[in-house]
């Protein structure tokens, strides 16, 4: 972890960010007081189950044929 001032981190601020692409994080200080840390964005896995979506039971078997009565529903 590396510390910076706020006018290093704007001087620097291209290079900075490349090293941060690389895994290395920054605590910007100002007037020797941390005030951020600035770390790579790691996104969320897209292929785990969405909570919302996981509560939702479905009741039938929806690729089964509709009977009769159930098309007079419907139309």
Do not use: C, F, Q
Request: aromatic share 4%.
């Amino acid at each position: 972890m590396k510390s910076v001032n706020t006018h290093e981190a704007k001087t620097h601020l291209s290079r900075i960010l490349e090293e941060v692409e690389h895994g290395e994080v920054y605590v910007i200080s100002r007037n020797g007081r941390p005030v951020a840390e600035l770390r790579r964005h790691e996104r969320a896995p897209r292929s785990g189950v969405d909570p919302v979506l996981s509560k939702i039971r479905v009741g039938y078997d929806p690729t089964e044929e509709l009977s009769p009565d159930e098309w007079g529903e419907i139309g």
